[in-house]
């Protein structure tokens, strides 16, 4: 099938204004008569309240009101509504605070220097509690309770055993069993972008919010929720946005819900920015996990059976964590054909900074344990760590053992031309010492299809609006936080009605204006906003269709949009042009504007229960080989190029996919050598740029992106993710090079000059 816009790279319409500054982002606006909010926070990882005095801060000049816990309904709220038990936080303390950092009270002034210096004027009297801050500890009998709750037990928020297939017997059958522990480390998001959040309550009661979010729609339920507003008094609009990567998908912050509040109860508009340090330190961090791996193979290398025992510790509050440790069970059995699999996850309060989803959600650490064992197994067992990946590769139209369908899979090709592009035959075992190259892979989710308040929405729906000149406004409620969904969406709708790009208008993320979209997470812009978009436009296109069939007296069945015009295939002079058939149909229908709509539901059948079936209609695959450069002096570890081949389905725009895999690759890195939030009793040290590191341009391989294409019937155009699952294979990828490289295998992240050293130490004294 021949495109007009589909698979050409084309640069986004505002990429001129995100490149001259002129691009507005929250922090960018300001409203006549805004106050400024700063938030009190938690000094302490756990201790009750025992009382709060505000008269001080209130007296002090400037400063227009102070809210605390007494300000608010003492509303529990948490991100799976359909979790009722993962309700677990208040929007300010009431009782306790768990983690240092722990919300307890905000001010609004008139600058931001008097709003600090009201903070300091807040008396709090706390009664300090006994902590503990390892999930391990945490789960021990006698371990301070962080949470009352009645389903909690040994601070276990929530415990998931699975089993799928005969396990026990499938290890009786094995011919070879191996058993690992491996631990990955708390990482920040690290968004250019800080939250900001500007909220403004008018005098009709009407509440609206500019805000730095991922998901407005679940910023509007939680306001909702948490205020006791109507969903008709609540506005929430997403301006351009530095960055999310899984920070801004949990639905409100506290940045949010106390922007509101100061502004409803001062009656003017109220911003609020967090610093960096808060950003860091007290905003989602991703799940620090412990893996502990069991896998059985035949001689062969074919799998039998692999268990699974994962630790998440999800801080303070449970936040995604429900749905985060039910997770891992799609990246243990997609990938591979592994027909036996146990998993039993532990999600584990503990007093430290919540944790929520970031990019790869709860897929890249048990990835990385399994994409490591699989190379111990194969040294073991003497084969090729990619012929063993190849041998139990995910095929296409297969269904796994936990009743995954899986449907377009490019997975052996992705790890072929890895292969190929890297010359990893010849390089793997001839370079100098101190190099070498290594392989990670992953599936993904292209968009979890859950409705996490079981409200009466689809999942996506777009509306598109054919104007007289010709022209097409796209309403959606898709975020685009700097990825580019609004090009991918603008290029699907244009191809769809047989327009350029250029004539697509987009407007997006606005409660009030746009149809109900879930947000940004999860893969799933492509997918689900792609989908409601296309049957939008071919909703449009076939009111058209009508209109030139009675004019030309043709089929609707024998006509084409395309190059502007509408026309009988193979005749396209026997026909009209795109603007002539808007005009046509709007005076057919008594000038009506020519409005189509689309909603994406998909039909896929997951058990909450069980952990069985499909929670997304398709899943992509990527296999990385990764190039590394050890010095054995200092332990620095550095990677000089990158092969990242990945199974998108279909590239709607080849630029934007290998640029997200090129910031994939930069995210992995960090992840990989040098990122790792380090605390000290619940304080997290290095909360600044300065101290937390992540890799620069100087840092950044030379990367060579493979587009694998694999279309798929459910995608539009046959589209897959690109953008969370492609920064998980970096680790495992780089993990496995320094072992080929210097001999050491490193199972504790993030492979830091001190731990390769140490490894080299150890080896030393073993031989």
Known sequence: MGFSVIGKSLPRKDDPLRATGKAQFTGDLSLPGMLYGKILRSPYPHARILNIDTSKAERLSGVKKVVTAKDTLGIKFGVTGFIPPSFDEYALAIDKVRFIGDEVAAVAAISEEIAEEALDLIEVEYEQLPAVFDPIEAMKPGAPEIHDLEHVKNNISLYVDRNFGDVEKAFRDADYVREDEFYCQPVDHAPMEAHVSLADYDVSGKLTLWTSTQSPYYVHKHLERTLGLKESQIRVIKPYTGGGFGDRAGGMSACEFCAALLSIKTGSPVRISYTREEETSTSPRRHPMKVYLKSGVKKDGTLLACHYKLFADTGAYNNYGCVSINIPIEAMTVTYKVPSVRYEGYLVYTNTQPSGAMRGHAHNQPQFALDTQLDLIAEELGIDPIDIRIKNARQEYETSCSKIEVGSCGFTRCLEQSRDLSDWNNRK???????????????????????????????????????????????????????????????????????????????????????????????????????????????????????????????????????????????????????????????????????????????????????????????????????????????????????????????????????????????????????????????????????????????????????????????????????????????????????????????????????????????????
């Open 429 to 767: 075992t001839k370079q100098k010492e101190g190099r070498g190259l290594g392989v990670g892979t992953m599936s993904f989710a292209s968009g979890a299809a859950f409705n996490f308040f079981g409200a009466p929405s689809g999942y996506s729906a777009a509306t598109v609006r054919l104007l007289d000149d010709g022209t097409v406004t796209i309403l959606t409620g898709a975020s685009d936080i700097g990825q580019g969904s609004d090009g991918t969406l603008s290029m699907i709708a244009a191809e769809e009605l047989g327009v350029s790009l250029n004539d697509i208008r987009i407007i997006s993320a606005d409660t009030e204006l746009t149809p109900v979209d879930y947000g940004t997470y999860s893969s799933r812009v492509t997918m689900f906003a792609g989908n409601a978009v296309k049957i939008a436009a071919s909703d449009a296109k076939m009111q058209l269709f009508e209109t030139v069939a009675k004019k030309l007296e043709a089929n609707i069945d024998d006509l084409e949009a395309k190059d502007r015009r509408i026309y009988v295939k193979g005749s396209i002079e026997k026909g009209m042009s795109f603007t002539e058939a808007v005009c046509e149909t709007m005076a057919a229908n008594k000038m009506m504007p020519v409005i189509g709509k689309g909603n994406y539901n998909p039909h896929v059948q997951f058990n909450m229960l069980t952990g069985e079936g499909n929670c997304t209609p398709a899943y992509s695959f990527a296999s990385y080989v990764a190039e590394v450069e050890v010095d054995k002096e200092t332990g620095v570890v550095k990677v000089p190029y990158l092969v990242a081949a990945h199974d998108c389905g279909r590239a709607i725009n080849p630029t934007r996919v290998e640029g997200q895999l090129e910031g994939s690759v930069q995210m992995g890195l960090g992840h990989a050598l040098m990122e790792d939030l380090v605390t000290d009793k619940g304080l997290v040290l290095n909360s600044s740029f300065l101290d937390y590191k992540f890799p620069t341009v100087l840092e950044m391989p030379t990367i060579k992106s493979v587009v694998v294409e694999a279309p798929d019937p459910h995608g539009p155009f046959g589209a897959k993710e690109s953008g969370e699952g492609t920064t998980i294979p970096v680790v495992p990828a780089i993990g496995n090079a320094i072992y080929n490289a210097i001999g050491v295998r490193i199972k504790e992240m993030p492979f830091s000059p001190e731990k390769v050293l140490k490894a080299l130490e150890e080896k030393e004294n073993r031989t």
